[in-house]
């Protein structure tokens, strides 16, 4: 014992010759702030097509390089290239576009709703439609679904009623929610849709026990889920990941990787380190990256992993690469944190603009039906607005029995300190 | 002096602090080049630099621990939460870590972090932006609760909190931010102007933990309270006209037992608000420790107006806020008694 402490007093007496350096603690920037022009060149998107397609028997270990990849099907000629592009008819591309532009218009007017005081909070999902509506169009409807807050698409591409969607946006007396919740943290058990959390991150490894749930009872349903790019750093998304892993369980990890978590820019989340789907190949999971703005891109890899799911051949993960066009929430003002031309450079372009242009080309679409169809969604979202309003908004109207708030906290008939409490409250 | 809102407090707080201690260093999300979603942060980084005050990945457990990392190093790491009903990812951290460290080390480590974080209702935020968790780490030993009422407070107790070797969870009311605010929901906005404790000093000061502040003399009924509820309970004793002592915990750990003690055993009343649920809230304890201490001086049972014990619904936020109505009516009650 005496002489290891020797050595060790030794070994202390020179430390200088170890590490004369001061350290230096590294804080990632992003290319761009306000007053400076938005800068995307460190974005290299691979030319459409020219990335493989596994079988979707392939080991995880055989394809680590599409987690470094970008699947992309239309090209900038608007052409579906590639082993990627999906074999899918003019009719579920026409309905994914029509889906897209309908998010898109309910999005700006329940914006809009909120600017004028109808309600609390809104959040956009402008340029990131795509990507939960090819998933939506690609899923089974009885497959399940753990959304987080901007997959609204999905809703509408289950043909949920945007009625029922608005009465929530306005806590009103039709709300299924009975005003509880905020607005846009959706749930429909019938639409296979979970309730959405205010708390990222958590509905991520929730999914993978549904999954395991569904193959432990020898069920043929699968599940998906999504998560945003900053959230990849809480530990639910390593939850599911090990358990996704661990036991092949049959569902969809997708990373919405659009770029900015509320200010933070994608590599505060470590997305500059390597990109979010190499996350999957230390877990020994399949990862795709995927060009989150081509919506056959995003029904071709959600294809290719259903099929894998279905298969029992366990999970993947996704990464969507795609940008928030718009702020985080009516709350947030991006004019203070990111550079003003962003949403005009970003390289991805449009998703309703390429699948638009993709149609046009095969002879499927023209400027004529897509002007007629952006109305039609117009008048749709004005008209279900007026009857949703004339319910109720936040403000006005019929509001849910305020009584239904000491509803639903247990099930079963009310304990002593409950049925106080609703004595106390005047019920 | 210089007027600031309770933002305006703490953001000078920080500044103080980080003038005054190179081993003061900031974190959480969005705090840095943003300077917080609602602005506490605003400018630091421009003033200190990237590695005094910078954005942290989403991860409420990994911000914790960073930070509690740090503490042990020996740099005094002052934490934001965006909002308090984040912070649960983390309490492995803060219950079995933070509030630890120093016992299980035989006093050899420390981990002396501040965890700010803004909490309770009245901005319509549905439940995942409105809870008031403080019972939580007031139950928990080794971690210190503070919440403050006003401008000057925050400014003081935040300072206090930083310089204190021992882990505080800080609770700020996030609805004060901006201005006091009596619990009707119809009133304008009120800015700190022209309120006392709105006019707060530029320099280093401090409000020390657990001293607990009378904010309004009276001999009818003990009205114990903190954070938001201090100016509810203000209004409804204006609106009843009751001769109430109001007393602004400031700290709930640590306790200032004696003010409760003395206060209550003159007015011989002590009614208790907290905006979180009733169950096991720290109303709980105040009633127990006030039962004990002041029996034979009480005239009327203790009372408590809480949160109802639900989740903070979005569009009942009127019906689930104890306001000065729920608040006057329990102060009549209990002059009945």
Redesign the interface.
Same mark, same amino acid.
Do not use: K, N, R, S
């Given at each position: 014992m005496s002489d290891r402490g020797k050595t060790a007093k030794a070994a202390k007496a020179e430390p200088a010759k170890r590490n004369s350096i001061p350290l230096k603690l590294r804080v990632p920037e992003p290319p761009a702030r306000p007053g400076q022009a938005a800068d995307f060149s460190h974005i290299k998107l691979p030319a459409a097509g020219v990335t493989r397609r596994p079988d979707v028997a392939s080991q995880p270990a055989e394809m680590h390089d599409l987690a470094y990849g970008l699947v992309r099907v239309l090209n900038e000629k608007g052409e579906a290239v590639g082993p990627w592009a999906p074999k899918i008819d003019a009719d579920l591309m026409r309905r994914g576009l029509r889906i897209m532009m309908m998010t898109r218009a309910y999005d700006d007017r329940m914006y809009k709703a909120q600017r004028q005081g109808k309600t609390s909070f809104y959040m956009k999902s402008t340029g990131e439609e795509a990507v939960p509506t090819a998933a939506g169009l690609a899923l089974d409807d009885t497959d399940m679904l753990f959304p987080a807050y901007r997959q609204q698409a999905l809703l509408f591409a289950r043909n949920w009623p945007m009625l029922d969607m608005m009465n929530q946006i306005y806590s009103n007396a039709h709300d299924r929610l009975k005003g509880r919740q905020l607005p846009v943290m959706y749930s429909s058990k019938e639409a296979g849709f979970f309730t959405i959390s205010g708390n990222l991150a958590t509905q991520f490894s929730q999914a993978v026990g549904w999954a395991m749930a569904s193959a432990i009872m020898g069920d043929t349903r699968i599940c998906a889920t999504w998560i945003g790019d900053g959230s990849t750093a809480e530990g639910d998304f390593h939850h599911a990941c090990t358990f996704a892993a661990v036991y092949k369980a049959p569902v969809i990890l997708n990373i919405v990787n659009n770029q900015w978590a509320i200010s933070s820019f994608q590599g505060i989340a470590g997305g500059t380190e390597a990109p979010f789907a190499a996350r999957g190949v230390g877990y020994g999971l399949p990862a795709l990256r995927v060009d989150g703005n081509d919506f056959l891109a995003v029904y071709a890899a959600t294809q290719w992993a259903i099929e894998r799911a279905r298969s029992n051949q366990g999970a993947t993960l996704i990464e969507h690469f795609t940008y928030r066009m718009e702020g985080h929430s009516t709350s947030d003002d991006p004019t203070r944190y990111r550079a003003a031309d962003e949403r005009q450079k970003w390289p991805g372009g449009d998703p309703i603009e390429r699948l638009k242009q993709h149609l046009i080309k095969l002879g499927e679409w023209d400027e004529t039906r897509h002007t007629a169809q952006q109305e039609e969604m117009e008048k749709l979202v004005k008209d279900t607005q007026r009857q949703a309003e004339a319910i109720g908004t936040l403000q006005a109207g019929q509001k849910p029995s305020p009584k239904t708030m000491f509803e639903d906290i247990y099930g079963g008939e009310p304990d002593w300190r409950m049925r106080k409490q609703r004595q106390q409250f005047g019920i | 002096m210089t007027t600031m809102n309770m933002i305006q407090a703490i953001n000078s707080a920080h500044v103080t602090l980080m003038e005054k201690d190179p081993k003061v260093v900031v974190f959480g999300?969005?705090v840095?080049?943003?300077g917080g979603?609602f602005r506490a942060t605003e400018g630091l980084q421009q003033k200190f630099g990237?590695?005094r005050c910078?954005?942290?990945?989403?991860?409420?457990? =990994?911000i914790v621990a960073a930070a509690i990392g740090m503490g042990v190093y020996g740099m005094r790491p002052l934490i934001e939460i965006q909002f308090a009903?984040?912070i649960?990812?983390a309490m492995d951290q803060l219950t079995s870590e933070a509030a630890r460290i120093r016992y299980r080390s035989g006093g050899e480590f420390l981990a002396p972090i501040t965890v700010r974080t803004p909490y309770g209702g009245g901005i319509? =935020?549905?439940?995942?932006?409105s809870q008031s968790p403080e019972a939580l780490f007031a139950h928990v030993v080794g971690l210190k609760v503070v919440i403050p009422s006003t401008p000057y407070d925050a400014k003081g107790l935040l300072i206090a909190s930083v310089e204190d070797d021992d882990p505080v969870i800080f609770l700020e009311p996030k609805r004060l931010y901006t201005g006091p605010f009596e619990g009707h929901s119809t009133d304008g906005v009120k800015t700190w102007a022209g309120h006392p404790a709105g006019e707060v000093p530029d320099g280093h000061y401090i409000v020390p933990l657990g001293k607990a502040n009378v904010v309004r003399e009276g001999s009818a009924m003990t009205v114990l309270c903190y954070g938001t509820m201090v100016h509810v309970c203000l209004a409804a004793a204006r609106e009843t006209g009751i001769d109430c002592e109001v007393v602004d915990l400031r700290s709930i750990t640590p306790l200032d037992v004696d003010t409760i003690l003395t206060s209550v055993n003159k007015t011989g009343r002590c009614l208790i608000v907290h905006e979180a649920t009733?169950?096991a809230g720290f109303g709980a304890e105040l009633a127990a420790i006030v039962q004990q201490e002041c029996f034979y001086n009480l005239e009327a049972p203790i009372d408590r107006v809480t949160g109802?014990?639900?989740?903070y619904?979005?569009?009942?936020e009127w019906?689930?806020f104890p306001g000065p109505a729920r608040v006057g009516a329990a102060m009549k009650k209990m002059m009945e008694a």
């Open positions: - | 999300e969005d840095g080049y943003f979603v990237v590695t910078f954005d942290a990945p989403i991860a409420e457990a =990994g009903d984040y649960y990812p319509f =935020g549905g439940q995942t932006h009733l169950t109802w014990d639900t989740p619904p979005h569009v009942f019906e689930y």
